[in-house]
């Protein structure tokens, strides 16, 4: 009985063991706190998400808070109550830029039929010559470039992966060069739960989209996109109207860490509207945040903006990358005019002098001090070209 007994018990352990070792450890987890928000902000880029609340961003109206912000990130649960558009897009346009972003789908939302699209964006098909279609555990949204619709880079779990562009893909007007050159040269999506990073630049009608740094669309063509528009961030299905239960393509997803930078090269109205100063001493506010600005070796420029204290807010010291203007004493706080309100808030002022001929931006970042790497509520980023 003890040999029979100890015998099962070397079993079990066996194939406890076995069980072990079938199940491999995943990719771990993204940790938000070791997100690097200066590496960006020295880089030129500036803060589209404070991580508070909606600040700089266009809620549908309508929606009744299912765009929402929920532990520091941007969190939507498909069922805005707008009537008419139902995305959540920025209040600022944008023409050539640099644009990082993270994101994240909570679940998928039921099982859709999914195609499998082949590399020339053709689907795959049977000999009878019918799409094959799979039930598939699904959650779909997307980012449209410049706010067009057709301009979407696709967020699903679709097998071709992420970073699809479905409006160009499938027009059949297009070249077949243009079309086949939407489809993801790779899936580099993690699994649903876990966190993604796109890195999209587009200049021009040409765009490249990195995911989890793997290029999956290299310099691929946007015929007839917009000069200038909003980042949108796509509301897709939504509750059964009967039912109101989700459907299997619906946008149960968060965003996080949200950058973008300014690129010059094209047909961005507001960075065609560079600020040439007159001469003398001069003052930039918020209005000059993401701009680009000349000035004359020798000129002295402050820079003022809405700060308070009380709030456990400051401006951070400002990180200059350049060596054409440098900065000309002390950050200075100032209170408004008293108007019989304590904690009002006021202005925060810093000096600079254009030294040289040259390009220097400079990069400021609102934060509180003890909260060391986490993104900053608001940044602030101007480049200054001294002639």
């Known amino acids: 009985m003890r040999t029979t007994g100890i015998a099962a018990l070397a ?74 558009g139902k995305n959540l897009q920025t209040a600022d346009s944008f023409g050539d830029f640099s644009l990082h ?85 790779v899936k580099a999506d993690k699994p649903v739960g876990q966190w993604n990073a796109f890195d999209i630049t587009l200049k021009k009608d040409r765009v490249t989209i990195v995911l989890n740094g793997q290029t999956v669309i290299d310099n691929a063509q946007i015929p007839g996109i917009p000069q200038s528009g909003p980042i949108t961030l796509q509301h897709h299905g939504g509750p059964n109207k009967k039912t109101g239960k989700l459907g299997a393509a619906s946008s149960l997803i968060q965003f996080r860490n949200i950058f973008i930078k300014r690129l010059k090269a094209a047909g961005d109205k507001e960075a065609k509207g560079d600020i040439k100063l007159p001469p003398g001493p001069a003052t930039l506010t918020e209005a000059a945040n993401g701009r680009t600005v000349a000035a004359a070796v020798g000129q002295v420029i402050m820079v003022r903006l809405r700060s308070n204290p009380s709030t456990g807010y400051s401006w951070a010291k400002p990180v200059l990358k350049g060596r054409s203007v440098v900065q000309s004493g002390k ?5 408004r005019p008293a108007r019989g309100m304590v904690g009002a808030g006021g202005a925060t002022a810093t000096a600079f002098k254009a030294v040289r001929r040259g390009t220097t931006t400079i990069t400021m970042g609102y934060r509180r001090p003890w909260e ?8 602030f980023a101007v480049t200054i070209e001294v002639k």
């Open 11 to 84: 079993v079990v352990l066996c194939l406890a063991v076995v069980a072990t070792a079938a199940e491999p450890a995943g990719p771990k987890e993204p940790d938000a706190k070791k997100f690097d928000s200066q590496k960006f902000l020295k880089a030129g880029f500036v803060s589209l998400f404070n991580g508070k609340d909606l600040t700089g961003w266009k809620v549908p109206k309508g929606d009744h808070a299912h765009w929402k912000v929920l532990d520091g990130v941007i969190d939507y649960d498909a069922r805005s109550e707008a009537p008419g």
């Open 101 to 185: 972003i993270e994101w994240r789908f909570k679940e998928t939302t039921g099982l859709y039929p999914m195609p499998t699209i082949l590399p020339d964006g053709t689907y795959k098909k049977d000999a009878a010559g019918k799409v094959i279609k799979k039930p598939t555990p699904n959650a779909d949204s997307g980012i449209f470039l410049r706010g067009w619709g057709k301009a979407q880079v696709n967020i699903w779990c679709w097998p071709c992966g992420s970073g699809e562009m479905w409006g160009i893909r499938n027009d059949a007007k297009l070249p077949a060069k243009t079309r086949a050159a939407a489809v993801p040269k």
């Open 331 to 335: 950050m200075k706080y100032a209170a």
């Open 372 to 379: 060391k790497g986490k993104a900053p509520a608001r940044t």
